[in-house]
């Protein structure tokens, strides 16, 4: 089993920047993958930023060069540095871990709001 707790959203105005954080508890030594994924009100939930066990990160094309997703394993953190933010960044955004055994966990999700 694994604990995901998000915090660090809120509201911001366009340009502006949010450090996401999602605190792991339980199982961590088998996690695998971290993501951070968001969901707009109506629209899917999209993965956003990712970050392999060995560092390997990907991200969607819309945040390249203004995101950074990044893990400390002595913390047992995961975070999401929000730069240049735009209002169509506005999503609830959720922690997401999936261990080596395929199993999936989800955080509640932290609400980013970019006013223009």
């Known amino acids: 089993q694994v604990q995901l707790v998000e915090s660090g959203g809120g509201l911001v105005q366009a340009g502006g920047s949010l450090t996401l954080s999602c605190a792991a508890s339980g199982s961590i030594f088998r996690i695998d993958t971290m993501d951070w994924y968001r969901q707009a009100p109506g629209k899917q939930r999209n993965m956003v930023a990712s970050i392999t066990s060995d560092g390997t990160t990907n991200y969607v094309d819309s945040v390249k060069g203004r995101f950074t997703i990044s893990r400390d394993n002595t913390k047992n953190t995961l975070y999401l540095q929000m730069n240049s933010l735009k209002p169509e960044d506005t999503a609830a955004y959720y922690c997401?871990?999936?261990?080596?055994?395929?199993?999936?966990?989800w955080g509640q999700g932290t609400q980013v709001t970019v006013s223009s």
């Open positions: 997401h871990a999936k261990l080596f055994a395929g199993n999936n966990y």
